[in-house]
């Protein structure tokens, strides 16, 4: 079933479309990518967690940095010629205080509250620090002047919406991939669900078809016990017939008892083909019970195997993860040091 969700050919061409750029985003294929996301779900709701609260944490920044230049800007405009005067006589003095006055905001305390995180690169984003720091080292400079004016860079705007907006079309990306892994984990249960009530299903009905066989097995017993009484019955019968024969009494009726015996005997010849008839009917359900027996028996190992397949496949692929991850994080680990 698995694999024909999966099918090129149950997808229309948007989206063969959709899956070419995913594949083309991710250099994964779906459903390998799929196989990753659900072995690190929580990594990565951790990581989306982690991300939004960082972005946040810019966006606070921002805003509280856009309030601090207004407010300045404002207390500039009533400081009048004061101001003016103040900024001419810093002008003079500027060109010893390069180094010190003027410099990115990102040196100080950003940094320190907003540091980088190593499991943002969920989709191996290589560059995703060094635009991190251009975007900071791009969003403001600090003039120090007597009248403590902060001048913002007119980039700064476009590059946060930028980034915001490829951060929310990431992250409605990977909304969408979450949904649709999810909606496949509960396929996947659903299928589980279903092969184990068709397991109890054939194991049941593995139970009835023993429980039948004994019973015409039993059946069968009883029935020629009862033949062998007929036949036990019935040789009695000739030999009481042979001896009155013999004596030949005159009291004895042998109209009478030939036609006895005739009935005896039409009844037991009746209740033998009674009886091979049950037989037969009795061999087809047991033909028949054997039939369904076997076939059920196959379902059940045919069922067997493909669920310890897919756990042995599950397993590799848990395994290999495992694996990946240490290697990347010990990368990681190396990189920082």
């Known amino acids: 079933m698995l694999s024909k969700v999966l099918e090129p050919s149950n997808y229309n061409s948007y989206d063969l479309e959709t899956r070419r750029d995913f594949k083309e985003y991710t250099q994964k294929e779906p459903q390998t990518f799929k196989d990753i996301i659900i072995q690190n779900i929580d990594s990565i709701k951790q990581c989306i967690v982690e991300r939004a609260s960082h972005e946040q944490e810019l966006l606070n920044r921002i805003v509280s940095d856009k309030r601090n230049d207004q407010g300045l800007e404002n207390q500039s405009n009533t400081s009048g010629d004061?101001?003016?005067?103040?900024?001419?006589?810093?002008?003079?003095?500027?060109?010893?205080?390069?180094?010190?006055?003027?410099?990115?905001?990102?040196?100080?305390?950003?940094?320190?509250?907003?540091?980088?995180?190593a499991e943002?690169?969920?989709?191996?984003?290589?560059?995703?620090?060094?635009?991190?720091?251009?975007?900071?080292?791009?969003?403001?400079?600090?003039?120090?002047?007597d009248s403590n004016v902060i001048h913002n860079s007119p980039?700064?705007?476009?590059?946060?919406?930028?980034?915001?907006?490829?951060?929310?079309?990431?992250?409605?990306?990977?909304?969408?991939?979450?949904?649709?892994?999810?909606?496949?984990?509960?396929?996947n249960k659903t299928i589980q669900k279903q092969l184990n009530k068709a397991d109890a299903s054939l194991t049941q009905e593995l139970k009835k078809c023993k429980s039948t066989l004994a019973k015409t097995s039993r059946t069968l017993r009883e029935f020629n016990c009862i033949q062998d009484s007929c036949l036990v019955t019935l040789q009695s019968k000739q030999t009481e017939f042979e001896r009155y024969k013999a004596f030949n009494d005159r009291t004895v009726d042998y109209d009478k008892l030939k036609r006895k015996l005739n009935e005896t005997l039409g009844l037991l010849a009746q209740k033998e083909i009674d009886i091979k008839e049950g037989l037969k009917l009795k061999a087809y359900e047991i033909y028949v019970v054997k039939e369904k027996h076997d076939e059920l028996v196959k379902q059940s190992l045919l069922t067997k195997s493909h669920y310890?397949?897919?756990?042995?496949?599950?397993?590799?692929?848990?395994?290999?993860?495992?694996?990946?991850?240490?290697?990347?994080?010990?990368?990681?680990?190396?990189?920082?040091?």
């Open 308 to 337: 310890e397949g897919l756990v042995k496949e599950k397993i590799k692929v848990i395994t290999d993860l495992k694996l990946k991850e240490e290697k990347d994080i010990d990368k990681m680990i190396s990189m920082e040091k």
């Open 155 to 187: 980039d700064m705007c476009d590059n946060d919406i930028h980034t915001d907006q490829n951060a929310k079309d990431k992250r409605a990306t990977l909304a969408n991939l979450i949904a649709y892994l999810k909606l496949d984990i509960d396929g």
């Open 82 to 117: 004061e101001s003016n005067k103040s900024r001419m006589e810093c002008n003079d003095k500027s060109t010893s205080r390069d180094d010190t006055d003027i410099r990115p905001y990102y040196d100080t305390e950003l940094m320190v509250e907003v540091p980088y995180t």
């Open 120 to 145: 943002y690169n969920v989709f191996v984003v290589d560059t995703q620090h060094s635009e991190q720091s251009e975007c900071i080292i791009n969003t403001c400079v600090v003039e120090k002047v």
